[in-house]
């Protein structure tokens, strides 16, 4: 049986509104477009796994039960365009934390790949075949380090800025619209020319054998 392509998707900032440690789902706000986006995504054959850090939970903010309603509310945003996830996959971890069960370096806290790799396990991804979206360097160098290729939301997350052989993203975007127009658009044949630029941020993505971004 041939193995599935999928999109890994970021929460806060990517898919979204980034409200900082929140589950109150009444807060919950989709990123403009967001619905459409993924929407086409998944009629093009990707299965849609959303993997996030929630640090809240080892920081003593909030029950592990609490995101149940955070899930739901996407859910129902999504909906009307049609778009259901194929999986969530969050890491409750955080080595500063205060809640002793959760207070732990892990493999599945992003940078770490954990998360991606469990979910190719748990759904016979092909992770060559797959990209990861988000919106700091530490998205990146996850999806990096599982084999996928990856995009970068230049949407003003990202403010430490290391670099590293594993935290160059494949292409720049300045939204979900534009990542998923560029996914959709990437051929191998054209890695080695594509030119993607984020006018706002001023990142250029040059793709090359090995991908490097100005700012």
């Known amino acids: 049986m041939a193995l599935n392509a999928a999109v890994f998707i970021d929460k806060d900032g990517t898919l979204i509104d980034d409200v900082p440690y929140n589950v109150d789902p009444t807060k919950v706000r989709l990123c403009e477009g967001a619905g459409e986006a993924l929407a086409r ?5 990707y299965r849609l796994i959303l993997v996030t850090n929630q640090p809240g939970v080892a920081l003593g903010l909030f029950e592990p039960d609490a995101l149940e309603a955070v899930w739901a509310a996407i859910a129902a945003l999504l909906s009307p365009y049609g778009v259901v996830l194929d999986a969530i996959y969050h890491c409750p971890h955080h080595p500063q934390g205060t809640d002793t069960r959760f207070a732990s370096r892990c493999e599945c806290r992003k940078p770490e790949p954990g998360l991606l790799l469990q979910a190719a396990e748990d759904h ?6 797959s990209w990861l979206i988000g919106d700091i360097l530490d998205d990146i160098e996850a999806g990096r380090r599982a084999g996928c290729r990856t995009v970068l939301l230049a949407v003003g997350s990202e403010t430490e800025w290391r670099r590293g052989p594993m935290r160059e993203p494949d292409l720049v975007a300045s939204s979900l619209v534009e990542a998923v127009d560029g996914i959709l658009d990437w051929t191998p044949a054209e890695a080695s020319h ?4 984020e006018p706002e941020s001023g990142f250029t993505v040059w793709q090359t054998d090995e991908p490097e971004w100005t700012r």
């Open 41 to 45: 995504l998944q009629r093009h054959g």
């Open 124 to 129: 016979r991804l092909d992770l060559q075949r």
């Open 194 to 197: 594509r030119i993607a630029t």
